[in-house]
């Protein structure tokens, strides 16, 4: 059975710092791409980056380059997710998702249960 | 970037027929998938490659994607329905390449 169990979140101040982690389990991890997407309260749903399956190509959105940074240990089965200068606008469930499909038509099978991280004085 | 249009709502009586739409300038030449959402849980993937169902999904789940409209449908509507859903392309030609409607809440009467 697939399973991604992330964890990592939590209540952090403006400008700080935070890592989230997605440890998966039930596939060759390494075979496979891993997203980050996120929610703000009461929003839709966000793509925030990519990662490839080998670890070498990385992917953000304009909102977060440069600030988060997206990697993989796949001798843990894991995906990180490192967040620096967090902004209020950050607040948001953090989810992990397996990328699955063909070039340039993508989609999501397997998703984490979401972490929430909060930006706050 | 593109852009993906999604009415806020829709209502549907239990047992009817529910469609949901998503927009996109000639989304008919992309591939699209949907997810539904409970609050509080995680997205489901319930429909891909526009038609597709994941294991698992019930056949009352179906997708079609034409012209600029892609649409899901749920026949025999039951209450467990009840949820957000989202569609999602893969697309190159903006500054990143997921793309998700903004959603639809899909309400059983």
């Known amino acids: 059975e697939v399973q991604l169990l992330e964890s990592g979140g939590g209540l952090v101040q403006p400008g700080g710092s935070l890592r989230l982690s997605c440890v998966a389990s039930?596939?060759?991890?390494?075979?496979?791409?891993m997203i980050w997407v996120r929610q703000a309260p009461g929003k839709g749903l966000e793509w925030v980056s990519g990662?490839?399956?080998?670890?070498?190509?990385?992917y953000y959105a304009d909102s977060v380059k440069g600030r988060f940074t997206t990697s993989r240990d796949n001798s843990k089965n894991t995906l990180y997710l490192e967040m620096s200068s967090l902004r209020a606008e950050d607040t948001a469930v953090y989810y992990c998702?397996?990328?699955?499909?063909?070039?340039?038509?993508?989609?999501?099978?397997?998703w984490g249960q979401g972490s929430l991280v909060t930006v706050s004085s | 970037s593109y852009v993906l249009t999604q009415p806020p709502s829709v209502s549907v009586a239990p047992g009817k027929t529910a469609r949901i739409t998503c927009g996109g300038n000639?989304?008919?030449?992309?591939?699209v998938n949907w997810y539904h959402q409970k609050p509080g849980r995680a997205p489901v993937l319930v429909i891909y490659?526009?038609?597709d169902r994941p294991s698992g999904i019930p056949e009352r789940f179906s997708g079609s994607n034409s012209g600029n409209t892609a649409i899901l449908t749920i026949s025999r509507v039951e209450a467990g329905d009840e949820a957000d859903y989202f569609c999602?392309?893969?697309?190159?030609?903006?500054?990143?390449?997921?793309?998700f409607g903004g959603g639809t809440k899909l309400t059983v009467l």
């Open positions: 039930g596939f060759t991890f390494d075979s496979y791409a």
């Open positions: 000639n989304i008919g030449g992309k591939s």
């Open positions: 998702a397996r990328e699955s499909g063909v070039s340039g038509t993508y989609y999501f099978d397997y």
């Open positions: 490659y526009n038609s």
């Open positions: 990662i490839s399956g080998s670890g070498v190509g990385t």
């Open positions: 999602q392309v893969w697309d190159t030609s903006g500054d990143h390449p997921v793309i």
